[in-house]
């Protein structure tokens, strides 16, 4: 079993800039791929960036140029720099992460951390 902690989510104003970290403990052997969702009220979850075990990344087309995702593997943790954030990018934003135990793929959702934007 996985757990993800998100963690450096809060109020911020247009234009400015946050991170978020997500760590994950418990039974890990190699996590795979990891990335970061939002759920905005109303709205369906969708995927922000994902970064593969070997550094590959990828973004949401509404956010790139402005976040960068990057992982510490050696300390299973993933992180999201937020800049230029927008109104639109209130949320909560998810941690998600992979495993693939025996060719069995396992999916692990963290408890999410808000981000608000402020006008």
């Known amino acids: 079993q996985v757990q993800l902690v998100e963690s450096g989510g809060g109020l911020v104003q247009a234009g400015g800039s946050l991170s978020v970290s997500c760590a994950a403990s418990g039974s890990i052997l190699k996590l795979n791929a990891m990335a970061w969702y939002r759920q905005a009220p109303g709205k369906q979850r969708e995927l922000v960036a994902g970064i593969t075990d070997g550094g590959k990344t990828n973004y949401a087309d509404s956010v790139k140029g402005r976040f960068t995702i990057s992982r510490d593997n050696a300390k299973n943790t993933v992180y999201l720099q937020m800049n230029n954030l927008k109104l639109e990018d209130t949320a909560v934003y998810y941690c998600?992460?992979?495993?693939?135990?025996?060719?069995?793929?396992?999916?692990?959702w963290g408890q999410g951390t808000q981000v608000t934007v402020s006008s």
């Open positions: 998600h992460a992979q495993t693939n135990v025996l060719g069995s793929v396992f999916n692990y």
